[in-house]
């Protein structure tokens, strides 16, 4: 499956942006999605994760409450919709996507398929 992320930009703190992920070649529902990102300088980190059928999600404590990860199986189309963002929100946003994971999962090794990552920056 080929992952192609957008949605990304420059947004004041407080503002809000909606992330898609669409993906092509097998359909999407065969995979667990989950966003990750990385600030620079830092590492890879968690985000949020959605089950193949959108009924199981999870949220790194960070952004529980804030974002929002779904899913368009009939689209072939993840999203995250991100709200009252902060500067420490800034980073690059990756979708990926797990043939093997059984629910979620917030580890990026389980992820065997990665899209090109958006820049959000977050100003203050």
């Known amino acids: 499956v080929q992952l192609q992320a957008c949605g990304g930009g420059l947004v004041q703190a407080g503002g809000s942006l909606r992330l898609s992920c669409a993906a092509s070649?097998?359909?999407?529902?065969?995979?667990?999605m989950g966003w990750f990102r990385q600030a620079p300088g830092e590492e890879r980190e968690f985000v949020a994760a959605i089950s193949r059928n959108g009924g199981n999600t999870y949220y790194a404590d960070s952004v529980k409450g804030r974002f929002t990860i779904s899913r368009d199986n009939a689209k072939n189309t993840l999203y995250l919709q991100m709200n009252s963002l902060k500067p420490e929100d800034t980073a690059v946003y990756s979708c990926?996507?797990?043939?093997?994971?059984?629910?979620?999962?917030?580890?990026?090794?389980?992820?065997?398929?990665w899209g090109q990552g958006t820049l959000v920056t977050v100003s203050s």
């Open positions: 070649g097998r359909t999407s529902s065969s995979y667990v």
């Open positions: 990926g996507a797990g043939a093997s994971i059984g629910y979620v999962s917030t580890r990026s090794s389980r992820y065997d398929y």
